[in-house]
């Protein structure tokens, strides 16, 4: 295949991402607790599978979107990217952070195995790939946070498979 042929791939494979991230819809409220989770009105989490049309993808990816409350501004989204993506090469078993606001707060995306991607100390338009093979089927948990400064806010655990 030629190289024009190439990139114009790349390029509608990129387009198709944004879509899809951009389609999202539907949103909830974390409850509050002392250990970092939520306070009700400070930070709404929307999910949707990387098309936009389901919660979590048939290979056990899931995407969460965070949106401020204050104006509703989209300040990224976590994912937990299960299997491998060739736009934009993506590998699989990955936890992404990625941060689209230059609010000042950074994203991060937190696995239950300690694993942590993390935009703190970049300017907005940021993302961070975070990889290593994990066992095949099995399940963990997946959050996502917004952290500036020691001021952390986190949604509730999600459960993603490998």
């Given at each position: 295949m030629s190289s024009i042929h190439k990139r114009i791939g790349a390029v509608l494979g990129?387009?198709?991402l944004f879509v899809g991230v951009?389609?999202?819809a539907g949103a909830g409220t974390a409850v509050a607790?002392?250990?970092g989770d939520l306070a009700p009105d400070s930070l709404s989490v929307s999910k949707s599978g990387i098309a936009?049309?389901?919660a979590k993808a048939w290979d056990g990816s899931l995407t969460l979107h965070l949106s401020s409350p204050q104006d509703g501004h989209n300040m990224g989204f976590v994912r937990w990217n299960a299997d491998p993506q060739p736009a934009p090469d993506i590998p699989g078993d990955s936890l992404i952070a990625k941060d689209i606001s230059p609010d000042g707060w950074a994203v991060e995306a937190e696995l239950s195995t300690g694993r942590i991607a993390s935009t703190r100390g970049h300017k907005a338009i940021y993302m961070k790939v975070?990889?290593?093979n994990l066992p095949e089927g099995n399940s963990y948990k997946m959050r996502g946070c917004v952290v500036k400064g020691s001021e952390r806010k986190c949604t509730s655990w999600h459960t993603v498979r490998a």
């Amino acid at each position: 295949m030629s190289s024009i042929h190439k990139r114009i791939g790349a390029v509608l494979g990129s387009s198709a991402l944004f879509v899809g991230v951009a389609l999202t819809a539907g949103a909830g409220t974390a409850v509050a607790d002392e250990t970092g989770d939520l306070a009700p009105d400070s930070l709404s989490v929307s999910k949707s599978g990387i098309a936009g049309v389901t919660a979590k993808a048939w290979d056990g990816s899931l995407t969460l979107h965070l949106s401020s409350p204050q104006d509703g501004h989209n300040m990224g989204f976590v994912r937990w990217n299960a299997d491998p993506q060739p736009a934009p090469d993506i590998p699989g078993d990955s936890l992404i952070a990625k941060d689209i606001s230059p609010d000042g707060w950074a994203v991060e995306a937190e696995l239950s195995t300690g694993r942590i991607a993390s935009t703190r100390g970049h300017k907005a338009i940021y993302m961070k790939v975070v990889s290593g093979n994990l066992p095949e089927g099995n399940s963990y948990k997946m959050r996502g946070c917004v952290v500036k400064g020691s001021e952390r806010k986190c949604t509730s655990w999600h459960t993603v498979r490998a």
